[in-house]
């Protein structure tokens, strides 16, 4: 499933480019996460390259030195809009700081998407694809309950809560 997420995200970005252009030179996407360490960016990295190398682009991949490092994934951006991407995935560290940075690439015609956190405001993107933790929470503690019903753990569980 997640691995048709990656992929419906980069085919849908380099569709969304003009079929000439996309012919006539091989497609620069960025991709830019919050760190290199974390397992779930890890995985997320080698989806993308994945996808690149099946939908012939070019995956250029940026990531944070630290959780938090905003100045390197403000300079990824840079250094992809200089290199001539069109597009660019982003998990971006901080919706807000990040958010002028994004808006001189989207200025440059180079499409945003933001993965698993949106910006602040949203519309600084051109698409999100994250999670509602609040609503999995919702669904895992239904699911919970259901199993469990009044069973004397979920007694437990709810004083906890």
Do not use: H, Y
Request: aromatic share 6%; proline share 4%.
């Amino acid at each position: 499933m997640k691995s048709l997420l990656r992929k419906s995200m980069l085919a849908a970005m380099i569709a969304s480019l003009p079929m000439a252009q996309a012919a006539a030179e091989e497609v620069l996407v960025g991709l830019i996460t919050k760190t290199n360490t974390n397992p779930f960016f890890v995985k997320m990295k080698e989806g993308a390259q994945q996808s690149a190398d099946q939908l012939g682009a070019k995956l250029s991949s940026f990531s944070g030195r630290f959780d938090g490092d905003t100045d390197s994934q403000v300079q990824a951006i840079e250094n992809l809009v200089a290199a001539g991407a069109k597009g660019i995935l982003i998990t971006p560290s901080d919706p807000q700081a990040l958010a002028p940075a994004v808006k001189r690439a989207r200025d440059a015609g180079v499409l945003v998407i933001a993965l698993d956190t949106p910006f602040s405001p949203a519309s600084v993107a051109d698409a999100t694809f994250a999670t509602d933790n609040f609503k999995a929470g919702q669904l895992i503690g239904e699911w919970a309950k259901a199993k469990m019903g009044d069973d004397a753990r979920m007694q437990k569980l709810r004083c906890w809560i």
